[in-house]
Structures are given as C-alpha cells and as structure tokens.
T-cell receptor
Framework: SQTIHQWPATLVQPVGSPLSLECTVE??????LYWYRQAAGRGLQLLFY??????ISSEVPQNLSASRPQDRQFILSSKKLLLSDSGFYLC??????????FGPGTRLTVL | GNSVTQMEGPVTLSEEAFLTINCTYT??????LFWYVQYPGEGLQLLLK?????DKGSNKGFEATYRKETTSFHLEKGSVQVSDSAVYFCALRSAGGTSYGKLTFGQGTILTVHP
C-alpha cells in the first residue's frame, strides 16, 4: 500500500533562517506531488506541484521554492523565512486522475 | 478560473442533529468533486467524491450529490456524532490533461458537535 511521510512534524524557526521540509511517498511510481499551505483560520493554498523529477510548477509568487530530486521525494525550501511563512504545510500525491492523498503535515512557526 | 465556495462556519450542533454544509463551485467543463475532512492536528483525508453529474458520493454516513444544474455538492449527514468534529473542505479537480490533478479548495468549514 502507499504511504506518505512528512518531516519534521513541527518546527519553530526564527525570521531570516533557512527552511527545508521533506516529503516522501512509498508504494507508487511517478506520482504527481503537491505542496499546500494552510494558514491559521484559512483554507488550503496550492504552492507547488510536480509531475516528474526536476519538474516544478509554482502556483503563487512567494518566498519559498520546491525541488524534486528523486521520483518520490519532494522538498520545500526557503533561504530566509518571513513571519508570514508560518502555517501548516501539507504534501500530497496522486496518480493520473485519481484523488490526492495527503501527508500528516508540518506545523511551522516563524518567530 | 476555478473556484469553490463553502458556507461559512463554524457550525455547532448537538449529537444526533442533521448536518448540511453547502458547497458551490465555478468551473469549466465537467470537474470531479470531493469532500475532505481534517481532524485536529492531522492532514486531510478523503471523505467522499463524485466524478460526474448526478453521482452521489457516500462514506461513514455522509453523502453529497453532484448537481450540475445548481453547480453544488452539499455535504449531509442525518445524525452527527461528537467524533465528526473536524474541518470539512470541498474541492474540485478540473477535467483534462493540463490540470495535472490540481485541486481547488473551499475555505473549509469547522464543525463542532457537542454531546
């Protein structure tokens, strides 16, 4: 069966520090991968998606970047965090036209 | 572009009450529609889905019918339980290869069920 992992589960970082969040998927090949952010009291915003290794599409301009160095690995990064980067970050995967499956999320607090 | 509008919450109900969470959408063509649920501190789980007009998705006592004429996908449950307390998200996925499976979400509706 397929599983999706995210780490860390929680993270507290100072403003201006770098960020690296990792997402890995097991049990499937060539998935579409997605990063979402859920800000406090708000819905989900799609940040990035990837349809293959090295292929990243950005949905909104922001302080973040994404990379996909391996088929089932998706990384969200920042060189310098802002207060507004705080939120709950969710990774998801899907294949073809099936539904998306979400990871457990990472709660990021920028102080 | 695509958009999803959910009824504003929070929604507070007593156990065994009837639940309706309204969801309407704007999209071209024939999107697929989803309801996801998020329990406190967790990621999202797919609750139910419908992929074409007049389909009814159902799971765990929840139901939603894809109504193309009213562009709606309202979530209902006849008798809620305390364990149903969560945030509910309506979402759509455009048909067609260039969508890459991307979902458009509503803003979420917080449901609290009291004993």
């Amino acid at each position: 069966s397929q599983t999706i992992h995210q780490w860390p589960a929680t993270l507290v970082q100072p403003v201006g520090s770098p960020l690296s969040l990792e997402c890995t998927v097991e049990g499937t090949s060539n998935p579409n991968l997605y990063w979402y952010r859920q800000a406090a009291g708000r819905g989900l915003q799609l940040l990035f998606y990837s349809v293959g290794i090295g292929q990243i599409s950005s949905e909104v301009p922001q302080n973040l970047s994404a990379s996909r160095p391996q088929d089932r690995q998706f990384i969200l990064s920042s060189k310098k965090l802002l207060l507004s980067d705080s939120g709950f970050y969710l990774c998801a995967w899907s294949v073809v036209d099936n539904e998306q499956f979400f990871g457990p999320g990472t709660r990021l607090t920028v102080l | 572009g695509n958009s999803v509008t959910q009824m504003e919450g929070p929604v507070t109900l007593s156990e065994e009450a009837f639940l309706t969470i309204n969801c309407t959408y704007t999209a071209t063509g024939y999107p697929s529609l989803f309801w996801y649920v998020q329990y406190p501190g967790e990621g999202l789980q797919l609750l139910l889905k419908a992929t074409k007009a007049d389909d009814k998705g159902s799971n765990k006592g929840f139901e939603a019918t894809y109504r193309k004429e009213t562009t709606s996908f309202h979530l209902e449950k006849g008798s809620v339980q305390v364990s149903d307390s969560a945030v509910y998200f309506c979402a759509l996925r455009s048909a067609g290869g260039t969508s890459y499976g991307k979902l458009t979400f509503g803003q979420g509706t917080i449901l609290t069920v009291h004993p």
